[in-house]
Structure formats: C-alpha cells, structure tokens
C-alpha cells in the first residue's frame, strides 16, 4: 500500500489561491499516477486532476481547466495542487490518490484536507 498525507488547506477569500500537497510514503514504487479528488457535503466525490510519475502527463476536470494546476516533484515523493481564483463552490474536502496502473484504478487514499472559501 502507499501511505498519503494532504496539507495546505484552509480557509480563504473568494478570488483567493491555496496550494495543496501530498506526500507519498510505503510501497511508492508501485504509483504510476497520483490523483486529487474533491467532495462537498451531500455530494458525490469529483474527479479534479491527475498527473504520472513517470512523463508528469497530466489530465484535469473540464471545469477546473485554467484555475488548477497539478505538478510533482518526484524527488519528494510529492504532487501539489495549485488552485487559483477560487469560489465558494470550490469548499469542499480535497483528497489525493494513487493509481497503480494507467486504467486509474485508485487503490490509495489519503485523509483530505479541508478548502473552505468564503463569499
């Protein structure tokens, strides 16, 4: 399994920026991309972006396209999400995942860290 930890959360003014970062510990070496996901209360969990490990292909959710931006650092064993311009319906729980394989199957999940941003 691969152990992750988000942080960077918090709370922050519409039109604001955060950034994110998950750390990636364990069985690493069985990663081929990391993934951030999001969930609001009473809502189902949203894909926001992905990014390899290996060529730092990168893939996001239409409606986030231009305000997120997911990197990596792969000698950190770290991906970041940068998020910019946020609104209030960014609030929610942000969570990052690993997939072992390019099919993104997502077997490992960190805690979430909390996004809220206020109006």
């Known amino acids: 399994q691969v152990q992750l930890v988000e942080s960077g959360g918090g709370l922050v003014q519409a039109g604001g920026s955060l950034r994110l970062s998950c750390t990636a510990s364990g069985r690493t070496f069985s990663s081929y991309a990391m993934g951030w996901f999001r969930q609001a209360p009473g809502k189902e969990r949203e894909f926001v972006a992905d990014?390899?490990?290996?060529?730092?292909?990168?893939t996001y959710a239409n409606s986030l396209k231009g305000r997120f931006t997911i990197s990596r650092d792969n000698a950190k064993n770290t991906v970041y999400l940068q998020m910019n311009s946020l609104k209030p319906e960014d609030t929610a729980v942000y969570r990052c995942?690993?997939?072992?394989?390019?099919?993104?199957?997502?077997?490992?999940w960190g805690q979430g860290t909390q996004v809220i941003v206020s109006s």
């Open positions: 995942a690993s997939a072992p394989t390019r099919s993104r199957a997502y077997n490992s």
């Open positions: 990014i390899t490990w290996s060529n730092g292909d990168t």
